[in-house]
């Protein structure tokens, strides 16, 4: 069956803060020029929002030259950040660090990123962007000598088996003048893309961290609405990056996530109960009991910063938000980097469009703020190699002394080189659940409403199935039964009990990307499951 075909003058990949400020932005400057631009985005999410998972703290910066009259169009930025606090954690008790200044809020609000984000498409609808939920970008189009001329939709209605069944319909061709790729965080077409077209020889690469999340509704007493927290420490130990956030929004509501850089070397540990049992500490514990547990969910974040920026354009399209990795790691956020580079690349494209061949993206983002943000905090991050000591020490030295202007740039490596074999690493006892503050995956993925077709073929692939016992079994015990926070990945044993076996419930993935990233042989390739398939996030 062929494939039907619309054109477009831009295509968007995915309806987050980046994708859609371009298409507002390119909208924006054909009405100031008095032209025309059709612009489409298609979301792989059942609709905007479904999909995007964040802290989230916002900065308004990109917000207010987008939209400067957010606040009369009703943008849902409802609670302003007013206290900022910093705590060191130990097993029993809690330190008051003073904030580092990245974390100062004033000026922030806390937010639902995905509110956010459904509030933005109404925004751009009215514009005339045409928003398509449910479809997922499956494939680059590529033309005359190597051009990115549009995107594929996955076919929907094709079995286990790889064969068409009844309800097979063919995916839809989206041909495009410029095709902007804002997948977010490890995108899957961003991944085919820097490998055709080598977007990482220049840079180094990127790395990740996972965020877990769950959104609660506390008791009344337990309610401030617009203080922020962040510890670090405890449950971790010191050689281990990441640490816990706790944002109090409107409707007695508190936003509760984990993050673990996804460098850790302890095939044994696993985010999901790390965060779990961080719940359970006496400083942080009361703020749940007597709470509701509404929603769960997890993302991977980038934390390669500067250093990890790849080629960013590539002929026919470019790159932007945390597919391109602009996230500000000290600051834990990327929702304002990822819109204003989305501005950014609108406005390039709009000149290339008008026929000004030497608009240049990369060259606009480093004249804009998000460059001298990005390049001011670069060392942070990869300072924490040497543990958490020296990394906070360090961080104290770059951010007073240095302030962001060290003459060095310090490097990452790949975080899947990380792991340690299973018989060099100390296995992990975590407590149960108790049913009360901590809970098991399977209870925490039923409240992310996580939904796939199940006569398809599964969206997580093995390069070389074989390796998944041969060696993930044998040499790091499987890490990923304990990376996922979904329970996707589970050891069987089959006939006498003693042949292990994978088995892969691709079903439950909430489309976290962290075994795209973290699995020691690269073996597995996340790709793009039927459009509409995977959680359903209220407003996380
Ligand atoms: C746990 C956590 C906490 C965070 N906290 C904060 C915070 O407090 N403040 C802050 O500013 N930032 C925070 N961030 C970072 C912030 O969420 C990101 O920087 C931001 O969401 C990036 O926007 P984006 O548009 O690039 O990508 P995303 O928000 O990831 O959006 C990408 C969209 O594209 C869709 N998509 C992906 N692939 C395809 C495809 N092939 N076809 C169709 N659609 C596709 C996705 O479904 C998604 O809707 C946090 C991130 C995490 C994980
Ligand atoms: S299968 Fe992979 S992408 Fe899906 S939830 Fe698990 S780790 Fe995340």
Redesign the pocket.
């Known amino acids: 069956m062929e494939r039907d075909r619309m054109e477009y003058d831009v295509v968007v ?9 371009a298409a507002i932005r390119l909208k924006q400057l054909a009405a100031e020029a008095g032209s025309e631009v059709s612009v489409c985005i ?4 059942s609709e ?12 308004p910066r990109a917000l207010n030259e987008l939209l400067p009259d957010w606040r009369d169009r009703g943008a849902p930025l409802l609670t302003p950040a007013t206290e900022d606090r910093f705590l060191l954690l130990t097993r029993r008790r809690a330190f008051a660090l003073p904030p580092p200044p990245q974390m100062n809020n004033h000026g922030n609000y806390i937010i639902s ?1 995905a509110n956010l ?1 459904r509030w933005l498409a109404k925004e751009a609808e009215a514009l005339g962007v045409e928003i398509y939920a449910g ?4 494939e680059v189009l590529y033309g005359e000598g190597g051009r990115v001329r549009g ?1 594929a ?1 996955g076919a929907q209605g094709i079995g286990k088996d790889g064969q068409p069944t009844a309800q097979f319909q063919p995916g839809v061709e989206l041909i495009a003048k410029e095709t902007l790729f ?4 490890r ?3 961003t991944k085919a893309l820097e490998k055709r077209f080598d977007l990482r020889r220049d840079s180094g690469p990127q790395t990740y ?5 769950e959104l609660w509704e506390v008791e009344p007493a337990q309610h401030h609405p617009g203080r922020v927290i962040h510890t670090i420490g405890w449950p971790l130990d010191a050689a281990t990056y990441g640490g816990s ?1 706790l ?1 109090h929004l409107e409707n007695r509501q508190v936003a509760v ?1 984990f ?1 673990i850089g996804l460098d850790y070397d302890n095939p044994y540990l696993s985010p999901f109960e790390e965060f779990q049992r961080f719940k359970t500490h006496p400083a942080i514990r009361s703020t749940f009991v007597g709470g509701r547990r509404i929603a769960y969910g ?5 934390e390669g910063g500067f250093q990890a920026i790849p080629r960013l354009s590539f002929p026919g399209g470019l790159v ?5 990795g ?2 500000n790691v000290p ?9 204003k ?2 501005m950014v690349a609108a406005e390039t494209v709009f000149r290339r469009l008008a026929g000004d061949a030497a608009a240049d993206y990369r060259d606009a983002l480093a004249a804009s703020w998000v460059w001298p943000e990005l390049n001011a905090v670069r060392n942070i991050r990869p300072g924490f190699r040497w543990g958490l000591w020296a990394g906070l020490a360090y961080a104290a030295l770059d951010t007073y002394i240095l302030r962001g202007k060290a003459p060095w740039t310090l490097r990452h490596s790949a975080d899947h080189l990380h792991l340690k074999k299973a018989d060099a690493a100390k296995p992990i006892d975590y407590p149960k659940p108790d049913g009360v503050v901590t809970f098991d995956r399977l209870s925490s993925v039923f409240i992310s409403n996580t939904n796939h077709e199940e006569n398809q073929p599964a969206h997580l692939r093995l390069r070389e199935p074989q390796r998944a016992i041969a060696v993930n079994y044998a040499f790091y015990d499987s890490p990923e039964q304990r990376y996922c926070p979904a329970g996707v990945y589970e050891i069987v044993k089959d006939g006498d009990g003693k042949t292990p076996r994978l088995q892969i419930n691709a079903q439950n993935c909430v ?1 976290c990307k962290t075994c795209d990233i973290k699995d020691p042989t690269q073996n597995i390739d996340w790709v ?1 499951p039927e ?1 509409g398939g ?1 959680p359903n996030y209220p407003n996380m």
């Open positions: 990949v995915g309806a987050g803060p980046s994708g859609l400020a298609i979301e792989k999410g905007v929002g479904a999909h995007i998972l964040s802290g989230a703290v916002f900065e990123l984000c479809f997922a970008g499956a995107v939709t804002a997948e977010g965080c995108g899957s077409l961290g996972i965020g877990i999340k956030f944002y996530g993050v997890a993302r991977a974040i980038n932007m938000g945390c597919a391109a602009f996230l600051k834990i956020k990327g929702s304002h980097t990822a819109m580079s989305g489309h793009v459009g995977g």
